[in-house]
């Protein structure tokens, strides 16, 4: 049933999706009018992110440079560092190679320099379509919406993402899934978004079994890049809710790592927001091709080996009360009101890593 009321308003970068479409980077390059670009990775990603730099600097006809200092949570004084480098190299554009955190680093460049951004993402964190920055100083993480971040242009090769080892595909897919579920009870969702967010849903989680069975299952892995560009293009739209803050203050508060800690919490927070948004649970339900969303989701968790208890990620149980505090201390959009001892019962179970249960 179609909302009486909503308003839309297209953004994002231009998309170029399909097997081997980093061949047409340079030729992106070129038409934002990029020289001499400077390509970002992990430290972990070093070795291929050369190689890419190599075969472009071959179609530039000079050579790209290539920094591998991104780090998770986009830390400020490995921006500065970065910021130094390209001043130095009169670099002109950026080129973020591999997941948030490479993306991360390139648009907190953008954001201090405006230069223009192509990112190939290698995971399916989902940052490329966002205009949001999370950076990380002296412990804190601060997020911020910026049209200066908002990249120009995603290469989505899913050539790229064959070599994404089997635990980051699990995690980095049901980060993914989160956007896209967290998505469809958005206060401001509107018809496109939830279209989006369930075909979202659909593919992540078909998709996503495949790959651990398989991980250089070629459409297993089109099928979960194709997901992971609807979930971010989701998230880029719509506000989050209960979810992302229960997300954002565990992350931050015992330092939980991050795609592993959406995964824990998200059938939780799913069912939490099952009696007030009874049409969102029945599409993602449906997308889910099981009879209940929350359910579902904990199944899923379970399908695909993923640790489902926050305390085997590190979350002490003291953690418990200090998480509600904080969670409603300020109040944020959501379907069902947060209430303390609602909130306590969601953590215990997520914690715990029992299946989830709809508070009333
Ligand atoms: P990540 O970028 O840190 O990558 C995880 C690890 O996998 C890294 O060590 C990386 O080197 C490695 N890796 C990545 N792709 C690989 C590949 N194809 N083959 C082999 N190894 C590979 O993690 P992530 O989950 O992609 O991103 C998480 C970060 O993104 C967090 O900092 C999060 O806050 C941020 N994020 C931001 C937004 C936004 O809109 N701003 C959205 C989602 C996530």
């Known amino acids: 049933m179609v909302d009486a009321a909503f308003t839309f308003q297209p953004v994002g970068p231009r998309v170029l999706f399909g097997w081997g479409r980093r061949a047409e980077l340079a030729a992106e390059l070129q038409r934002l009018g990029i020289r001499r670009p400077l390509v970002l990775s992990t430290p972990g990603q070093a070795d291929t992110a050369q190689q890419l730099a190599a075969q472009l600097g071959t179609q530039l006809g000079h050579q790209a440079t290539t920094l591998s200092i991104a780090a998770m949570h986009t830390p400020v004084e490995v921006t500065e560092q970065a910021l130094a480098a390209l001043h130095t190299l009169g670099a002109d554009g950026l080129v973020a190679y591999g997941g948030g955190s490479s993306t991360g680093l390139s648009k907190a460049l953008a954001l201090r320099t405006d230069l223009p951004q192509v990112i190939l993402p290698t995971t399916y964190a989902g940052s490329e379509m966002t205009a949001v920055l999370g950076q990380t100083e002296n412990g804190q993480k601060t997020t911020q919406r910026s049209e200066k971040v908002q990249p120009e242009t995603v290469i989505y090769d899913v050539e790229l993402t064959l070599g994404l ?169 959501n379907p069902a009101p947060l209430e303390k001892q609602a909130l306590l019962g969601l953590l215990t179970r997520a914690w715990s890593g029992e299946a989830p249960k709809e508070t009333p």
């Not at 979202?200 to 890049?225: V, W």
């Not at 991050?258 to 029945?282: K, Q």
């Open 165 to 333: 080892p089997v635990s980051v595909s699990m995690s980095s897919g049901l980060n993914a899934l989160a956007h896209a579920v967290e998505g469809m009870y958005a206060v401001n969702a509107n018809p496109l978004t939830s279209l989006m967010g369930e075909e979202a849903i659909r593919a992540l989680s078909q998709s996503l079994p495949h790959i651990r069975a398989n991980p250089k299952d070629r459409s297993a892995r089109t099928e979960a890049l194709y997901g992971a560009w609807l979930a971010g293009s989701v998230l880029a739209q719509v506000e989050m809710a209960l979810h992302h803050k229960l997300a954002h203050v565990l992350g931050g508060t015992f330092g939980l790592p991050h795609a592993e800690l959406h995964a824990a919490l998200l059938p939780h927070t799913t069912a939490y927001n099952a009696a007030a948004s009874p049409e969102a649970m029945r599409r993602i339900a449906r997308a889910l091709g099981t009879a209940q969303a929350a359910q579902g989701l904990y199944e899923l968790n379970q399908k695909l080996g993923i640790e489902s208890a926050l305390s085997k990620l590190g979350m002490p149980e003291s953690g418990i009360a200090q998480a509600a505090d904080l969670a409603t201390a300020q109040p944020y959009p």
